[in-house]
């Protein structure tokens, strides 16, 4: 047979909202977990979203629950 086999990896989609003076905080975390974002705006107030693996929600949300004036939502 000629099926192709299609692998996903299990994610969920967050949107990441901080303050300015937060962007060091919230840069380094990203980096650490080898995240990608998309839809970045950064002003007074700044977000992006990006990709979390399943295996590594918990450590992203409690490693931005640390960051002063985070917020993080599910989208």
Known sequence: S???????????RFRVVFG??????????????????SNQ???MECSLQTVVR???????????ADVEGCRVEEV
Do not use: H
């Not at 380094?28 to 977990?33: F, N, P, R």
């Open 2 to 12: 000629n099926a192709n086999i299609v692998e996903k990896i299990a994610s969920r």
């Open 20 to 37: 300015y003076m937060s962007m060091n905080s919230v840069m380094k975390v990203m980096k650490d977990l080898n995240l990608s974002q």
């Open 41 to 43: 705006q950064f002003d």
């Open 54 to 64: 399943l295996t590594l929600v918990d450590s992203f949300l409690e490693r931005m």
